[in-house]
Structure formats: structure tokens, C-alpha cells
């Protein structure tokens, strides 16, 4: 069965400091890699996404680096403030696959990020 | 707002009632999904809709019937559901399948 896997399960980082979320893959078929931020109450919302054509994207505060040799990618937050705690999932799919099913993602991380 | 739009937000209901959960986008989207978000689980995937035609089921109780009229409306009709059936269910559109997915609030759904 394809799989996501995701860690570490919660994150504790103080404002202003880096959050790093992992995640890996097995499916060397998958070629569309999203992030998506759920706050409580709400459905996850798309953060950030990448393709295995590149190793890194950047988007304000948020990186993806994917390192597609590991079946790797991961999550960076610059300057964390309280405003990102929220819990963080990463996901991934094989567009190109002309399939018809959607998203496998992972077990999701808790971010509490102190004041 | 998202773009999708899920009613009730929250349910509570009995082991022998029937419900019906209801998710509209305003997208243009062509492809819906059914999700449910249990507590330390991956979302797991429900149900796919691909141009209102069901691609994917993935081995899903039949006390959970999904229906999609047209291409902007979907719905989970539940009946004798089990206490182990409580969690939040999330609908979500995409353009395609498998690609960028926008999710809705979600549906609190409580089975007593």
C-alpha cells in the first residue's frame, strides 16, 4: 500500500526559530508533493507543493526541500511565530499517472511554536 | 472562505438513524473526494468523484453511500453507523485528480 510517512508526531519550537517537519516515500512514482496547515476547526488548506523537477522551493517564509535519490522531503519554517501552530500534513500523488484517486498523506504533525 | 462548502458542521446521531452529510464548491472543479480525519490517523480517503462518475471506493463500509449529482455537489448518506465511525469527514475538490486538492470545514460527526 503506498504510504507517507511523517514525523516528528509534535514539534515544540520557540518564535522566531526554525520548525523542520520530514516526511518519506515509497512509491517512486509519485511526482506532486504538497503541505497542507489544518488550524483547529478548519479543513486543511494547501501550503506549498513541489514536483521532483527540483530540489527546493521557497515560498516567503515557507521551503520545501525535496531530495528525490532519499524519497525524502520536508518542510522548513523560518522565523516560526505563534501564528503557525497548527497541525502540518504532507502528502503526495502521481499526477502523471492518469489515475483516478487522490491524495496519501501523512499521519500529520502538531506545531505549537512559544511566544 | 475555501470555495467549499460542507453542511451540517456538526451531527450527532444515533446508531439507527439515517443522515446526509452535503459539500457544494464553487470551484469549477471537476474531480470531489470524500475524506474522513480520525484522531493520530492519516486523513484516509473515501470516496473520488471524476467528472460525477465514482473512481475510487477504497473499501469503504456500505452504511456510507456516497452520491454526486452534478459535478458541484456531493453527498455522504450514512445509516446505522458505529460509535467507531466518529470523526471529522472532509470534503475536498480538485481540478484533476490527484492534484492540488481545496478542502472544506468538515463535518463533526458524533455516532452515539
Known amino acids: 500500500q503506498q504510504q507517507v510517512k511523517q514525523s516528528p508526531q509534535s514539534l515544540i519550537v520557540q518564535k522566531g526559530g526554525i520548525s523542520i517537519i520530514n516526511c518519506a516515500y515509497e512509491n517512486t512514482a509519485f511526482d506532486y508533493f504538497p503541505w497542507y496547515q489544518q488550524f483547529p476547526g478548519k479543513g486543511p488548506a494547501l501550503l506549498i507543493a513541489?514536483?521532483?523537477?527540483?530540489s527546493e522551493k521557497k515560498e516567503g517564509r515557507f521551503t520545501i526541500s525535496f531530495n528525490k535519490s532519499a524519497k525524502q522531503f520536508s518542510l522548513h519554517i523560518m522565523d516560526s511565530q505563534p501564528g503557525d501552530s497548527a497541525t502540518y500534513f504532507c502528502a503526495a500523488s502521481m499526477v502523471s499517472g492518469g489515475g483516478a484517486d487522490g491524495l496519501t498523506f501523512g499521519k500529520g504533525t502538531h506545531l505549537i511554536i512559544q511566544p | 472562505e475555501t470555495g467549499v462548502t460542507q453542511t451540517p458542521r456538526h451531527l450527532v446521531m444515533g446508531m439507527t438513524n439515517k443522515k446526509s452529510l452535503k459539500c457544494e464548491q464553487h470551484l469549477g472543479h471537476n474531480a470531489m473526494y470524500w475524506y474522513k480525519q480520525s484522531a493520530k490517523k492519516p486523513l484516509e480517503l473515501m470516496f473520488v468523484?471524476?467528472?460525477?462518475?465514482?473512481?475510487e471506493n477504497n473499501s469503504v463500509p456500505s452504511r456510507f453511500s456516497p452520491e454526486c449529482p452534478n459535478s458541484s455537489h456531493l453527498f455522504l448518506h450514512l445509516h446505522t453507523l458505529q460509535p467507531e465511525d466518529s470523526a471529522l469527514y472532509l470534503c475536498?475538490?480538485?481540478?484533476?485528480?490527484?492534484?492540488?486538492?481545496?478542502f472544506g470545514q468538515g463535518t463533526r460527526l458524533t455516532v452515539v
Open positions: 475536498a475538490s480538485s481540478q484533476q485528480t490527484r492534484t492540488e486538492a481545496f
Open positions: 513541489i514536483r521532483p523537477d527540483v
Open positions: 468523484y471524476n467528472f460525477k462518475e465514482q473512481t
